[in-house]
C-alpha cells in the first residue's frame, strides 16, 4: 500500500513550485484535490505535457473564490482535508478569508503549507520573482556559470522552484508525523529563497575552510568536466579523487602524467586545473563516445555518458530502474524511491478543469440538485 493512502490535501497552488511538491505527495498516495479558477485553471494548462508532470494523479475541482457558494465548497473540504497547501504572495489568502488562522477555525488539526518566494514576512516578501530572482537573492547565482567569468542564467532546470517543492513536501510530512503525535495544527512558512540558501550551505562552509577563495578557485576541479568525443557528443569526467585520477590516466596510457609532482595531490590538480582540461580534451576526442565508455567500462573511474533528452529512455540503467512511464507520445518519470525494494507505478494523468466536480460534491455531502445548480452556474 502507498505510505500516505487515506491522507486528504487541499491543493490551492499553480505554476511549478506548488504542484510539483503536492504530485510527490500524490505519488506517495495522498489524494490531492486540486483547486482551479474556471474556465482555464492553471497557467500552466497552456502546456499540456508540462502541465501533466506535476499535476499527474490529482483531482480537478473548479472554484471561483471570489464567489460565496465556491467558498463554502472550500470550507466544506478543509473539514476532510488533513493538508492544504497554497501558493498565493503573502495576504492574498487572508483577504479570500483562508489564511491560517481562518482555516484553522474549520480544521482544527490543519497543516497549512505557504509556499512563496520571499516568505511571509521581510522586506521582499511582496516582490514579484522567478528562478533567476531567487537564485541571485540567495547567492547562487553568484556561483554559477564559467569560473572565471560573470554569473550566468542557470541551467536546464528550475532548481530553485523545485527546491522549494521538496523543502515543502518534507516540511508537510513532518508536520503530519507531529499532529498525528500530538493532536496540534501547524503552519509552515517555506520560502524558496531560504530553501535555497539552505542547499548553499555546504558550498558556504567550504568556502570558509578555504579562506574565501575568488569564484574561479572555488569552482575549478582538476580532472573534471565534459569533454567532447570525436562523434560530437560528451562524456563526463569526475576523478578528483587520486585513485581516479591514477586509473584515468593508466587507461589513457599516460602514466607519466599522473607521476608528475605537480599534479599529486587533489589540490595540486585544482591549481593546474585548466591545463590539465586542455590535455584531457586532446586525447576525449580522438575515439567516439561509445568507443570510450566500452573502453572504461568496469574500471573504477567516475565518466558517464552526457545524455540528451531523446536518449534518456534508451540508457540501460534508466531503463533498469524503471524511471520512465510512456504516455501517449510523451514520457512521465516514475517517483524515484523505491519502497520496499518496489517501485509503486501509479501515474494517472489530469483530466480538464473541474474534471472531477461531481465526485467531490458527493464527497463533501451535496444533494444532486445542489450539485446540478452549482454545475450549471
Not at 493538508?83 to 477555525?105: H, N, Q
Not at 521581510?122 to 567569468?149: A, F, M, Q, R, W
Not at 541551467?155 to 508537510?172: E, H, K, P, V
Request: glycine content about 8%; overall charge neutral; aromatic content about 8%.
Amino acid at each position: 500500500m502507498l505510505p500516505l493512502k487515506g491522507i486528504i490535501i487541499t491543493d490551492l497552488t499553480h505554476h511549478l513550485p506548488g504542484p510539483f511538491s503536492t504530485s510527490l505527495l500524490a505519488d506517495m498516495g495522498a489524494e490531492i484535490i486540486k483547486i482551479e479558477r474556471p474556465p482555464k485553471g492553471d497557467f500552466l494548462r497552456l502546456m499540456p505535457k508540462y502541465y501533466s508532470a506535476v499535476n499527474r494523479n490529482k483531482k480537478s475541482i473548479s472554484l471561483n473564490l471570489k464567489d460565496e457558494k465556491a467558498r463554502e465548497i472550500l470550507s466544506r473540504l478543509i473539514k476532510i482535508s488533513d493538508v492544504l497547501v497554497e501558493s498565493f504572495r503573502p495576504d492574498v489568502a487572508k483577504s479570500l478569508g483562508f489564511d491560517y488562522e481562518a482555516v484553522k477555525k474549520i480544521k482544527k488539526d490543519i497543516v497549512y503549507c505557504s509556499l512563496t518566494g520571499f516568505g511571509q514576512d521581510g522586506p521582499y516578501k511582496d516582490d514579484p520573482g522567478h528562478e533567476i530572482n531567487y537564485l541571485s537573492t540567495s547567492g547562487v547565482l553568484s556561483i554559477s556559470g564559467d569560473p572565471k567569468g560573470p554569473p550566468e542564467d542557470w541551467g536546464g532546470i528550475q532548481i530553485s522552484d523545485l527546491c522549494g517543492a521538496m523543502y515543502a513536501a518534507l516540511s508537510i510530512l513532518a508536520a503530519l508525523r507531529n499532529r498525528d503525535k500530538t493532536g496540534k495544527s501547524a503552519y509552515l512558512d517555506v520560502s524558496i529563497t531560504d530553501c535555497l540558501l539552505a542547499w548553499l550551505g555546504p558550498k558556504l562552509g567550504e568556502y570558509y575552510e578555504r579562506k574565501r577563495p575568488s569564484k574561479d578557485m572555488l569552482l575549478r576541479r582538476g580532472a573534471y568536466g565534459v569533454f567532447e568525443t570525436r562523434d560530437g557528443k560528451y562524456l563526463a569526467v569526475g576523478c578528483i579523487e587520486d585513485i581516479f585520477w591514477k586509473n584515468l590516466c593508466r587507461i589513457l596510457n599516460i602514466n607519466e602524467i599522473a607521476e608528475k609532482k605537480e599534479y599529486a595531490t587533489t589540490a595540486d590538480r585544482i591549481k593546474r586545473a585548466d591545463e590539465l582540461k586542455a590535455l584531457l580534451k586532446k586525447y576525449f576526442l580522438n575515439k567516439t563516445r561509445s568507443e570510450w565508455l566500452d573502453i572504461f567500462k568496469n574500471e573504477d573511474v567516475p565518466l558517464t555518458s552526457v545524455n540528451s533528452l531523446d536518449e534518456l529512455e534508451e540508457d540501460p540503467h534508466i531503463k533498469h530502474r524503471g524511471l520512465i512511464n510512456k504516455m501517449d507520445d510523451f514520457n512521465l518519470i516514475n517517483f524515484p524511491v523505491k519502497f520496499n525494494g518496489e517501485r509503486e507505478t501509479r501515474l494517472k494523468l489530469p483530466g480538464k478543469v473541474g474534471k472531477d466536480n461531481k465526485e467531490i460534491l458527493i464527497k463533501l455531502g451535496y444533494t444532486n440538485a445542489e450539485i446540478e445548480d452549482f454545475l450549471q452556474s
